[in-house]
């Protein structure tokens, strides 16, 4: 990819053109063969090996240049209509593996504003992953992350609200924090917990053992709303 001096990439106007034409296509139907053929087809396992990502022109450090590599993203039992699986590790910012993720998500369907994929359950991982290597595609910021590592681990079943019951849990820890502020250069942490169920069905929302810590302070919240939907 190449990132022009504006901040935006070469590649930009190609997909703006293909979002395009996909919208001015979107109620454009196959012939009843071609219709039968996509129905009908199955991929065990589609996989992208050792990719990488080389950004041409980014400003930063060196590892700024090659934001991901080592990638390894698999998708398995893609079919028209049904959900999917997908798995990806990658080297996000440097050279060794620092995040996991896997989910299910799918079918694709197309709506007034665009395609979209429903996201069924996902979970990722984090392991000492430095924002030095992200942080000049994290658009304006005060805060000062070339030295922050990230950590954790977070679970989402049904984001998207399609079911009844949905849940976020998990915990992530951003250690060497810089305030915005020149003069303060004591780095500290931020930690969040959380544990958050909401079921649909009686309009209930259920908050277990969540926490939010800024350096030495701490704010924890633990609860239930019942009737939200009454």
């Known amino acids: 990819m190449t990132r022009l001096t504006d901040g935006t990439y070469a590649h930009e106007d190609v997909l703006a053109r293909i979002r395009a034409r996909q919208r001015a296509n979107q109620n454009t139907t196959l012939d009843p063969k071609g219709e039968r053929f996509v129905r009908e087809l199955r991929l065990d396992t589609l996989a992208l090996n050792h990719g990488r990502v080389i950004v041409h022109g980014s400003e930063g450090p060196p590892e700024a240049r090659t934001p991901l590599s080592d990638v390894h993203l698999r998708l398995s039992d893609v079919a028209r ?85 949905t849940r976020v849990k998990g915990a992530v820890t951003m250690r060497g924090v810089l305030s915005p502020d020149r003069d303060d250069e004591t780095p500290f942490d931020v930690n969040l917990r959380a544990d958050v169920e909401v079921d649909r069905t009686v309009g209930r929302v259920r908050v277990t053992d969540t926490a939010m810590g800024l350096a030495d302070m701490t704010v924890r919240a633990a609860g239930e709303v019942s009737g939200m939907y009454s």
């Open 81 to 165: 209509g049904r959900p999917y699986d997908v798995a990806l590790d990658a080297a996000v910012g440097g050279q060794r593996k620092n995040l996991s993720l896997k989910g299910r998500m799918g079918p694709t369907t197309m709506t007034k504003s665009g395609r979209f994929t429903p996201i069924h359950t996902l979970t990722f991982a984090l392991d000492q992953l430095r924002m030095g290597g992200i942080t000049p595609y994290l658009g304006e910021t005060r805060w000062r992350w070339g030295q922050t590592t990230l950590d954790g681990d977070w679970t989402l079943e049904d984001p998207h609200g399609l079911t009844p019951h």
